[in-house]
């Protein structure tokens, strides 16, 4: 069971209770878990700063972030045997307005969404958003991912024109 929890003021985080745990929260007394109506169907963003994210002591990895940038490096599409499955992945670098940069991966159908999206596209700029990210750190870097399917993604081209 895959769920995004969001507290009164509009923090959201991702939990996970696995098969194998699924007992115990049945077994938990006075425990409902039901779906609520939205506070807001606005689609509200709250974009994290890049160098927060690549500071170690900076955002909480439980806590799932929106992340906007321009796609400046895309690497090669990889198939990774992932718990006995062919999963896709994808590394990329985006890069904000201060021109800080953050490696991030993406897996699956975003992985595949990004890799035709970039490659259509030519010279032209891409700039990509997602939604409900998640921090990672891994051999002491820190990067951006999409969590499972519950992640959004837009990727837009963009062209600059100048006006005189």
Not at 38 to 46: C, G, K, N
Not at 65 to 84: K, Y
Not at 153 to 162: G, Q, S
Request: proline share 0%.
């Amino acid at each position: 069971m895959e769920m995004i929890l969001a507290d009164v003021s509009g923090t959201l985080i991702h939990a996970t209770i696995k098969k194998q745990q699924m007992n115990n929260v049945y077994q938990v007394r006075r425990t409902i878990i039901t779906r609520c109506s939205s506070l807001s169907d606005d689609m509200l963003f709250d974009f994290a700063n890049f160098q927060d994210i690549l500071n170690e002591s900076g955002l909480n990895e439980n806590i799932l972030i929106d992340v906007i940038g321009q796609v400046v490096s895309l690497g090669e599409m990889n198939t990774l045997d992932v718990a006995n499955k062919a999963t896709k992945e994808l590394e990329y670098e985006l890069r904000d307005s201060s021109d800080d940069q953050l490696t991030s991966t993406l897996w699956k159908r975003f992985a595949e969404t990004m890799w035709n999206a970039c490659e259509t596209v030519g010279n032209v700029k891409v700039i990509f958003l997602i939604r409900l990210a998640k921090c990672n750190t891994f051999k002491g870097e820190r990067s951006i991912s999409n969590v499972f399917e519950m992640s959004l993604l837009e990727i837009k081209e963009f062209v600059a024109t100048y006006v005189n």
